[in-house]
């Protein structure tokens, strides 16, 4: 049925790249708002970035803006994180997730986890230092 899977997880340099994606299967993938979270042990699990609905709008986290891009292929059914500049803070499992939005009438970026319907299982990013 839904799957999200993530993918492009690893070890990393500090200040190197890594880029994150997540297939998504069983669902329409346009009509679904997608965003990236991650957790750390020890840490509750926090929003990284998101789009709105159709893709209106992009919202990041202050600690990740500057450095991460998302983006979506929507003929791929693939969600991207382009993750730059590593940092040791950055370490944590990241984790895609889809929002059901045809009947969201704003253009809010939304970035709590409990705003989201589906998860994929996550990928380990490591950075080293």
């Known amino acids: 049925q839904v799957q999200l899977v993530e993918s492009g997880g690893g070890v990393v340099p500090a200040g190197g790249s890594r880029r994150l994606s997540c297939e998504v299967s069983g669902i329409t993938f346009r009509v679904y708002i997608m965003g990236w979270f991650r957790q750390a042990p020890g840490k509750e699990r926090e929003f990284v970035a998101a789009f709105s609905r159709n893709e209106t709008n992009q919202g990041y986290a202050d600690s990740v803006k500057g450095r991460f891009v998302i983006s979506r292929d929507n003929a791929k059914n693939t969600l991207y994180l382009q993750m730059n500049g590593l940092k040791p803070e950055d370490t944590a499992v990241y984790y895609c997730?889809?929002?059901?939005?045809?009947?969201?009438?704003?253009?809010?970026?939304?970035?709590?986890?409990?705003?989201?319907?589906?998860w994929g299982q996550g990928t380990q990013v490591t950075v080293s230092s």
């Open positions: 997730a889809a929002r059901y939005s045809i009947r969201d009438h704003s253009s809010r970026v939304y970035i709590k986890g409990d705003e989201y319907s589906y």
